[in-house]
């Protein structure tokens, strides 16, 4: 490899590489080896020279990134992430191990973080957190594009350009993301300089070109670093600085330390870059004309560390990520001594055993061969990534894509987390808690004490979500305490004790970000993606929603959706939704926008809707006991939402429910229809909670009105009947018929105290029924009375139950009613109208008598003053 | 001792059949329909070919995907779908290990099955249709029992298979619906595949594959109550999974064509309207089987059914025959309701619950499909 690198001239050793190329990598290493220079400049931030001999520890493990940020601002940072496979990484390695000093010669991170902050005034909607700094550097190359910086720092530009970035072809569309400000210069066609000599060399991907070329064809790579340098020679020829103007400014700091380097040492410098700046480092140019580029750029105090990195970020598109979509395999690409098919076939077959497929060491013979098979028949050199998975698909997961999408997450991209060294400086999120802590008056200390927050007061709304979203950090500063007073939602307490410990927490926690909010968000967001059940998102939107963290909820409830759509057990369901609609009640009162939430809500409810009645089919006692739960908790939300809903509107469930019950009950007997009929009459104003509230009613109708065969059990049927009921939407005499129904000699003694026990179970309120419908008392009476002595042993315990749970009083008033007997026969009362129509326990209600209440307890209600003639029964109840 | 298969004894009837038949057949053969189409490909085809590969790998993908040749030639594309796919169909039978196709059906194994053979072999009518009552004479050798009785055992008594056959003349044998062959059956090709020799005790011989012998077997992966392969026999086969189309726009195209061919062998009146309710059905068909909506915004729980295009073929196919008898001959979405709930809901229980979900969660919310949700209220309810 000597001699072509330096052919193009006698001076330094230049080493063009594609950012994050395994290939690159070790011809890299190998034209070190073959012509060890005296100094090595690498393409990132100077600033980064002090700590570079962090690279050397035992306990510093790639894949790490260089951390550069404003000192007073770490939300805006930047990050150079380097894998064991990057040829920087292997640079550094071997100067570090060969005593041969390492300089990065990019812009510095002060600048870059400067220019990114300025320039983009407009078009950096997201510099705040990744300002993607300079990205150049490389390796984020791709990832740069995140790019916001883009315009900015300029990452944008190189990147693209770099042969390196190929790599992440596709980042330089997806960096269209945050990148998309950089549209404006973009539109100026930038060149992807690989895109053009693929073009030319036939193929119609420029990443597999470039994998063909290059990284597939081992150490032999010497020839290629002239090969490729020439070639950009020829592409900047023709097209200039292709889009990305500031790369001039980059290109002449690099120029002027590589002129310092070869003052320093002479000709005998290795200088690592992305292919694309290999011809402008070769350009002649004068010190002052470079001077000039960079004067008067702006500059911000910056701070410098390592952070521990990984190959699932590398591999993600956006934000920091890389953009290499398969970063396992080029660390096996790298790795591996010698026959990487073979070796990485093994590999996957070793995954697969350990996850119980049954995979052969023929599997991986025919593998093998099928792989090599397919190279040569798409004209490739080598099987590549593309035909090692195709093969493995055809002969280890018989043309399933399951088992693939592991092979992919496990080795393909991969687990490898990254490690830094103690002594590495602290974190940006450190600091930023410092900050914060600073400016909201909360200090950390050792002492246990006790903080009660007032969520109305600005600086108490801010300490409890700092708390909040420590706490998801896994920061267990404060723990939440029992309010000793006031129990309003506006309050909240706090137990604080800062432990040691807690310093190392947040080191941790540094990899989610730069501040605690973007930290907490990521990892939100992360969480939200993992989350096992149901029940765990909607808790972790809850706490969402305490920390403040707007910005993870679209993930958070997209995910909360995605779970509900999925979870087929009703109990789940039921159990997520209550909490749900509490955060759209909690999210009202701080004042945080909670729509994507009710909408989440209202859809959950409707699956419970559509659900729920085929769930309530041949449960037993103690399944329908927990439905019944299920439908109370249910039915709780539900109207909870419908009211949030229309806090706004007029029209309050009030006045539904208060109006109805006498009209709509009779009309309504098929649950179906009715739901939908209702829903259509009213889809035209926009009350979804509304309409979801009567289709909640009718299918509860339907529930009460089944009779025994579907099989739904007695508790939940008379649950059903008492919740229409309660809600108005039963009338009284409906109510009466079921319960004849349900207690009709036909039904099992057990079943009908079931049904009892559902009906009028459940404390106090159970029994006030009873107390004041004599028909319905009559019904139960005279059911009991009917019991078999056989049955009766079976039933009493189901009757004590029901009966126990009720307040004295009552016990004795229906105890009085009862032993007053029924009345003699036939309608008692003097009117008669007015009287029950069953056969009472005494002489029914005197209506004359209990009218002349009637103006008094309208005036308590403030009622009109003027009652209806035939309303007297009810005023007086 | 080898036994040559005489090869063409046997096939002399359905020969002299295939030749009155070509002309009038109702259906011709792969080899017979794209003759042209092999030639020129044949013709152009400089890459080096497996023995007994009438075109070269690359050919054989081309042959399949479509494409245009060097001479002008243009080849009709047989199969619409991923590249890979095919790529790894053809190698696989170039590095001699079998080839099994999967799919729900409907996504064009028989035919993707039958179009290899015929570029690689020049020959698609080795075939062997698995039944629950193939047997495994159908697979390996049968007797002609008079002259087994007149001569004694002899190979002029035997009346080979054709996976015999394809062995001994090095052609590519198939094997339809191989999961409904019973297990023991299925297994006698085991030897086959792994010693490409098929023993023949009762002469103490042998026949020996010649080289470019391969067989392609086609499967339905989402049937139940078939045998399943053995794992030894499954190791011996390559498995290539056929999708279903790959995006909203191919499907609706292949079902409106299929459905208008249909229509007029069933001499249905022909319908101005409906491409809206074709669309829909492929909608709500792609959505459930997807388990997530066109917009890709919500999840959905997914049918026991199967929903592939073949069924929106059928649901459709019914739908006009509805509409053009008893309807006002426009195709509208009360035709095509009762046909996607029979379709969808299979399970009685768990489906009608999935279904019932997406109609009040998806379908009541979506913009001008009003009329179709309330169809569907009605034969659901």
Same mark, same amino acid.
């Given at each position: 490899m000597?001699?072509?690198p330096?052919?193009?001239a006698?001076?330094?050793l230049?080493?063009?590489?594609?950012?994050?190329?395994?290939?690159?990598?070790?011809?890299?290493?190998?034209?070190?080896?073959?012509?060890?220079?005296r @100094?090595?400049?690498?393409?990132?931030p100077?600033?980064a020279?002090?700590i @570079?001999?962090? #690279?050397a520890e035992?306990?510093m493990r790639?894949?790490v990134?260089?951390?550069?940020?404003?000192?007073?601002?770490p939300?805006r940072?930047?990050?150079?992430?380097?894998?064991g496979?990057s040829?920087e990484?292997?640079?550094?390695q071997?100067? &570090?191990?060969?005593?041969?000093p @390492?300089?990065?010669?990019?812009?510095p991170a002060?600048?870059?973080?400067?220019?990114?902050a300025k320039?983009?005034?407009?078009?950096a909607p997201a510099p705040?957190?990744?300002?993607?700094?300079?990205?150049?550097s490389?390796?984020?190359?791709?990832?740069d594009?995140?790019g916001?910086?883009?315009?900015a720092?300029?990452?944008?530009?190189?990147d693209?350009?770099?042969?390196?970035?190929?790599?992440a072809p596709?980042d330089?569309?997806a960096p269209?993301?945050?990148?998309?400000p950089?549209a404006a210069?973009?539109e100026?066609? *930038?060149v992807?300089?690989? #895109? =053009?000599?693929s073009e030319?060399?036939g193929?119609d991907?420029?990443?597999?070109w470039?994998?063909?070329?290059?990284e597939?064809?081992?150490?032999?790579g010497?020839?290629?670093f002239?090969a490729?340098a020439?070639a950009m020679?020829?592409?900047?020829?023709?097209?200039?600085h292709?889009?990305?103007?500031d790369d001039a400014?980059?290109?002449?700091?690099?120029?002027? *330390?590589?002129r310092?380097?070869?003052?320093?040492?002479g000709?005998?410098?290795?200088?690592?870059?992305?292919a694309?700046?290999?011809?402008a480092?070769?350009?002649?140019t004068?010190?002052?004309a470079?001077?000039k580029?960079?004067?008067?750029?702006p500059?911000v105090?910056?701070e410098?560390s390592?952070?521990?990195?990984?190959h699932?970020?590398?591999?993600?598109?956006s934000?920091y990520?890389?953009?290499?979509t398969s970063?396992g395999?080029y660390?096996h690409?790298?790795?591996a001594p010698d026959?990487p098919?073979?070796?990485?076939l093994?590999k996957?077959?070793?995954?697969?055993?350990d996850e119980?497929?049954?995979?052969?060491?023929a599997?991986?013979i025919?593998?093998?061969?099928?792989a090599e098979?397919?190279?040569a028949?798409?004209?490739?050199?080598?099987?590549?990534?593309?035909?090692t998975?195709d093969?493995?698909?055809?002969v280890?997961?018989?043309?399933?894509?399951?088992?693939?999408?592991?092979v992919?997450d496990?080795?393909?991209?991969?687990?490898?987390?990254?490690?830094?060294?103690?002594s590495?400086p602290?974190v940006?999120?450190?600091?930023?808690?410092?900050?914060t802590? *600073?400016s909201l008056?909360?200090?950390?200390?050792?002492?246990?004490r006790e903080?009660e927050?007032?969520?109305r007061?600005e600086?108490?709304?801010?300490?409890?979500?700092l708390l909040?979203?420590?706490r998801?950090l896994g920061v267990d500063w404060?723990a939440?305490a029992v309010?000793?007073?006031s129990t309003?939602?506006?309050?909240?307490?706090?137990? &604080?004790r800062w432990?040691?410990?807690?310093?190392?927490?947040?080191?941790e926690?540094?990899?989610?970000g730069?501040?605690?909010l973007?930290a907490?968000?990521?990892?939100a967001?992360?969480?939200?993606?993992?989350a096992k059940?149901?029940a765990?998102?909607?808790e972790?939107a809850e706490?969402?929603l305490?920390?403040?963290l707007s910005?993870?909820?679209?993930? =958070?409830?997209r995910?909360?959706?995605d779970r509900?759509a999925?979870?087929?057990?009703?109990?789940?369901?039921?159990?997520a939704?209550p909490a749900?609609?509490?955060?759209?009640?909690y999210?009202?009162?701080?004042?945080t926008?909670?729509?994507?939430?009710g909408?989440?809500?209202?859809?959950l409810?409707?699956r419970?809707?559509?659900?729920?009645p085929p769930?309530c089919?041949?449960?037993?006692a103690?399944g329908?006991?927990e439905?019944?739960?299920?439908?109370e908790?249910?039915?709780r939300a539900i109207?909870l939402l419908?009211?949030?809903?229309?806090?706004?509107?007029?029209?309050?469930?009030?006045?539904e429910?208060?109006t109805q019950?006498?009209t709509?009950p009779h009309?309504?007997t098929d649950?179906?229809?009715?739901g939908m009929?209702?829903?259509?009459?009213?889809?035209a104003e926009?009350r979804?909670?509304?309409?979801?509230?009567a289709?909640w009613?009718?299918? &509860?109708?339907?529930?009460?009105?089944r009779d025994g065969?579907?099989?739904?059990?007695?508790?939940?049927r008379?649950?059903?009947?008492?919740?229409? &009921?309660?809600d108005g939407?039963?009338?009284?005499?409906?109510?009466?018929r079921?319960m004849?129904l349900?207690?009709?000699?036909?039904?099992?003694?057990?079943?009908?105290?079931?049904w009892?026990e559902?009906?009028?179970?459940?404390g106090?309120?159970?029994?006030?029924l009873?107390?004041h419908?004599?028909?319905?008392?009559?019904?139960v009476?005279r059911?009991?009375i009917s019991?078999?002595a056989e049955?009766?042993t079976?039933v009493?315990p189901?009757?004590?139950?029901t009966?126990?749970?009720?307040d004295?009083?009552?016990?004795?008033?229906?105890?009085?009613?009862?032993?007053?007997?029924p009345?003699?026969?036939?309608?008692?009362g003097?009117?008669?109208q007015?009287?029950?129509?069953?056969?009472?326990?005494?002489p029914?209600l005197?209506?004359d008598?209990?009218a002349? @209440? =009637?103006?008094?307890v309208?005036l308590?209600l403030g009622l009109d003053p003027?009652?209806h #003639?035939?309303?007297?029964m009810?005023?007086?109840? | 001792?080898?036994v040559?298969?005489?090869g063409?004894e046997?096939?002399d009837t359905?020969?002299a059949a295939?030749?009155?038949?070509?002309a009038?057949a109702?259906?011709? +053969?792969?080899e017979?329909?794209?003759?042209?189409e092999?030639?020129?490909?044949?013709?152009?085809?400089?890459?080096?070919?497996p023995?007994?590969?009438?075109?070269?790998p690359w050919?054989v993908a081309?042959?399949?995907?479509?494409?245009?040749l060097?001479?002008?030639?243009?080849?009709?594309?047989?199969?619409?779908?991923?590249?890979r796919?095919?790529?790894?169909?053809?190698?696989?039978?170039?590095t001699?290990?079998a080839?099994?196709?999967?799919?729900v059906p409907?996504t064009?194994?028989?035919?993707?099955s %039958?179009?290899l053979?015929a570029?690689?072999?020049?020959d698609?009518?080795?075939?062997?249709?698995?039944?629950?009552?193939t047997?495994? %004479?159908?697979?390996?050798?049968g007797?002609n029992?008079?002259?087994?009785l007149?001569h004694?055992p002899?190979?002029?008594?035997?009346?080979?298979?054709p996976?015999?056959?394809?062995?001994?003349?090095?052609?590519t044998a198939?094997?339809?619906?191989l999961?409904?062959v019973p297990?023991?059956?299925?297994?006698?090709?085991?030897?086959?595949?792994?010693e490409k020799?098929l023993?023949?005790?009762e002469l103490?011989a042998?026949?020996?594959?010649v080289?470019?012998?391969?067989l392609?077997?086609?499967?339905?992966?989402?049937?139940?109550?078939?045998?399943?392969l053995?794992?030894?026999?499954?190791?011996?086969?390559?498995?290539?999974?056929?999708p279903?189309?790959?995006?909203?726009e191919?499907e609706?195209d292949?079902?409106?064509r299929?459905v208008?061919?249909?229509g007029?062998?069933l %001499?249905l009146p022909?319908?101005p309207?409906?491409?809206?309710e074709?669309?829909?059905?492929v909608?709500?068909?792609? %959505?459930?089987?997807?388990?997530?909506?066109?917009?890709?915004r919500t999840?959905?729980?997914?049918p026991?059914g199967?929903?592939?295009t /073949?069924e929106a073929i059928?649901?459709?196919?019914?739908?006009?025959?509805?509409?053009? +008898?008893?309807g006002?001959?426009?195709?509208?979405?009360?035709?095509?309701a009762?046909?996607?709930?029979?379709?969808?809901?299979?399970d009685?229980? /768990?489906?009608?619950v999935i279904?019932q979900?997406?109609?009040?969660?998806v379908v009541?919310?979506?913009e001008?499909?009003?009329?179709?949700?309330?169809?569907?209220?009605e034969?659901?309810?």
């Amino acid at each position: 490899m000597t001699g072509a690198p330096r052919a193009r001239a006698t001076g330094p050793l230049l080493l063009g590489v594609r950012h994050h190329g395994p290939g690159s990598a070790r011809a890299v290493r190998a034209a070190l080896e073959a012509c060890p220079p005296r @100094v090595v400049l690498i393409e990132g931030p100077p600033e980064a020279d002090a700590i @570079v001999g962090l #690279a050397a520890e035992k306990d510093m493990r790639p894949p790490v990134a260089l951390l550069a940020h404003a000192a007073d601002d770490p939300g805006r940072a930047g990050f150079w992430p380097l894998a064991g496979f990057s040829p920087e990484w292997a640079a550094i390695q071997w100067a &570090l191990a060969h005593e041969v000093p @390492v300089r990065f010669i990019d812009l510095p991170a002060a600048n870059s973080l400067a220019m990114a902050a300025k320039k983009p005034p407009a078009p950096a909607p997201a510099p705040a957190v990744e300002p993607a700094p300079a990205g150049p550097s490389d390796p984020a190359g791709p990832s740069d594009p995140a790019g916001p910086s883009a315009p900015a720092a300029e990452p944008g530009p190189l990147d693209p350009v770099d042969p390196g970035n190929q790599a992440a072809p596709g980042d330089q569309v997806a960096p269209g993301d945050q990148t998309a400000p950089a549209a404006a210069s973009a539109e100026r066609m *930038r060149v992807d300089p690989l #895109a =053009v000599l693929s073009e030319a060399a036939g193929y119609d991907d420029p990443e597999r070109w470039w994998e063909d070329v290059i990284e597939h064809r081992g150490t032999g790579g010497a020839e290629a670093f002239t090969a490729v340098a020439e070639a950009m020679e020829a592409l900047r020829a023709e097209y200039g600085h292709g889009g990305h103007e500031d790369d001039a400014v980059r290109e002449a700091h690099m120029r002027l *330390r590589l002129r310092e380097a070869r003052r320093e040492f002479g000709d005998e410098v290795a200088v690592v870059c992305g292919a694309w700046h290999v011809p402008a480092l070769g350009e002649r140019t004068t010190a002052t004309a470079d001077r000039k580029l960079l004067k008067g750029l702006p500059k911000v105090k910056t701070e410098i560390s390592w952070v521990p990195w990984t190959h699932r970020r590398l591999a993600r598109h956006s934000g920091y990520g890389a953009g290499i979509t398969s970063p396992g395999w080029y660390d096996h690409l790298f790795h591996a001594p010698d026959r990487p098919v073979e070796r990485w076939l093994t590999k996957v077959a070793g995954l697969l055993r350990d996850e119980d497929f049954a995979v052969s060491s023929a599997h991986v013979i025919e593998a093998v061969r099928l792989a090599e098979t397919l190279a040569a028949m798409r004209g490739r050199p080598l099987a590549g990534l593309a035909e090692t998975l195709d093969a493995v698909r055809a002969v280890m997961c018989d043309g399933s894509d399951v088992p693939i999408a592991l092979v992919r997450d496990r080795l393909v991209v991969g687990d490898i987390l990254g490690e830094v060294p103690e002594s590495a400086p602290a974190v940006p999120l450190q600091r930023d808690l410092t900050r914060t802590q *600073r400016s909201l008056r909360l200090k950390p200390e050792a002492l246990e004490r006790e903080l009660e927050l007032d969520l109305r007061k600005e600086t108490d709304a801010g300490r409890s979500r700092l708390l909040h979203r420590l706490r998801l950090l896994g920061v267990d500063w404060g723990a939440p305490a029992v309010s000793r007073g006031s129990t309003g939602t506006f309050r909240e307490t706090w137990r &604080l004790r800062w432990e040691p410990e807690l310093a190392v927490r947040v080191a941790e926690a540094g990899v989610w970000g730069t501040t605690v909010l973007s930290a907490a968000t990521a990892k939100a967001e992360t969480e939200a993606r993992s989350a096992k059940g149901l029940a765990e998102v909607t808790e972790l939107a809850e706490r969402c929603l305490l920390a403040g963290l707007s910005g993870a909820l679209p993930i =958070v409830m997209r995910s909360l959706a995605d779970r509900a759509a999925l979870d087929a057990d009703v109990g789940h369901l039921a159990q997520a939704l209550p909490a749900l609609v509490r955060s759209v009640r909690y999210g009202d009162v701080r004042g945080t926008d909670t729509a994507a939430l009710g909408e989440v809500a209202v859809g959950l409810a409707e699956r419970i809707l559509v659900g729920l009645p085929p769930a309530c089919v041949g449960l037993d006692a103690d399944g329908a006991a927990e439905m019944r739960r299920h439908m109370e908790a249910v039915h709780r939300a539900i109207a909870l939402l419908s009211e949030t809903e229309m806090a706004g509107t007029e029209t309050g469930t009030g006045t539904e429910t208060g109006t109805q019950p006498h009209t709509q009950p009779h009309t309504q007997t098929d649950m179906s229809t009715t739901g939908m009929s209702t829903t259509e009459t009213r889809s035209a104003e926009p009350r979804a909670a509304d309409g979801l509230r009567a289709r909640w009613a009718a299918m &509860l109708r339907n529930l009460a009105g089944r009779d025994g065969t579907p099989a739904t059990p007695g508790l939940i049927r008379g649950r059903a009947a008492r919740l229409l &009921l309660d809600d108005g939407r039963l009338a009284e005499d409906e109510a009466a018929r079921l319960m004849g129904l349900a207690l009709s000699p036909g039904t099992q003694p057990p079943e009908a105290a079931s049904w009892i026990e559902g009906f009028i179970g459940g404390g106090a309120g159970g029994g006030m029924l009873l107390v004041h419908d004599e028909r319905l008392l009559g019904l139960v009476d005279r059911w009991l009375i009917s019991v078999p002595a056989e049955a009766f042993t079976d039933v009493l315990p189901l009757l004590r139950r029901t009966f126990s749970a009720y307040d004295t009083g009552v016990r004795r008033t229906l105890g009085e009613l009862v032993r007053r007997g029924p009345a003699a026969d036939g309608p008692t009362g003097v009117g008669g109208q007015g009287a029950p129509a069953a056969p009472g326990f005494g002489p029914g209600l005197d209506p004359d008598r209990a009218a002349a @209440v =009637v103006p008094t307890v309208r005036l308590l209600l403030g009622l009109d003053p003027v009652p209806h #003639a035939n309303d007297s029964m009810e005023a007086a109840r | 001792m080898t036994v040559t298969v005489p090869g063409t004894e046997s096939t002399d009837t359905s020969g002299a059949a295939g030749a009155a038949g070509a002309a009038e057949a109702l259906r011709p +053969h792969a080899e017979d329909a794209f003759a042209a189409e092999l030639s020129a490909l044949a013709a152009a085809d400089d890459r080096p070919r497996p023995a007994r590969w009438r075109l070269s790998p690359w050919a054989v993908a081309t042959y399949l995907l479509g494409g245009t040749l060097p001479d002008g030639t243009v080849i009709t594309p047989k199969y619409v779908g991923p590249r890979r796919i095919v790529e790894v169909a053809v190698t696989t039978l170039a590095t001699d290990r079998a080839l099994l196709l999967l799919g729900v059906p409907g996504t064009a194994k028989t035919w993707v099955s %039958e179009h290899l053979a015929a570029a690689v072999s020049g020959d698609s009518t080795l075939l062997v249709q698995g039944t629950a009552g193939t047997p495994e %004479e159908a697979i390996r050798y049968g007797w002609n029992y008079a002259r087994l009785l007149a001569h004694g055992p002899s190979r002029d008594a035997l009346v080979p298979s054709p996976v015999m056959r394809a062995m001994a003349d090095g052609m590519t044998a198939r094997v339809e619906e191989l999961t409904r062959v019973p297990a023991d059956v299925q297994d006698t090709l085991i030897t086959i595949l792994s010693e490409k020799t098929l023993p023949i005790p009762e002469l103490g011989a042998e026949v020996q594959a010649v080289r470019g012998f391969n067989l392609i077997a086609t499967a339905n992966d989402r049937d139940r109550g078939v045998n399943e392969l053995s794992s030894a026999l499954r190791r011996r086969f390559n498995t290539v999974i056929l999708p279903l189309p790959a995006t909203p726009e191919d499907e609706v195209d292949i079902v409106s064509r299929r459905v208008a061919q249909i229509g007029r062998s069933l %001499e249905l009146p022909e319908l101005p309207e409906g491409v809206e309710e074709i669309r829909r059905v492929v909608t709500v068909f792609r %959505e459930l089987r997807d388990g997530v909506t066109g917009d890709g915004r919500t999840k959905l729980k997914s049918p026991s059914g199967t929903l592939s295009t /073949a069924e929106a073929i059928s649901v459709v196919t019914g739908g006009l025959a509805l509409a053009a +008898h008893f309807g006002d001959g426009v195709l509208r979405s009360g035709d095509v309701a009762a046909g996607i709930l029979g379709a969808v809901v299979r399970d009685p229980a /768990a489906d009608r619950v999935i279904w019932q979900e997406y109609l009040e969660t998806v379908v009541r919310e979506r913009e001008g499909w009003k009329d179709f949700y309330r169809a569907c209220r009605e034969v659901t309810a």
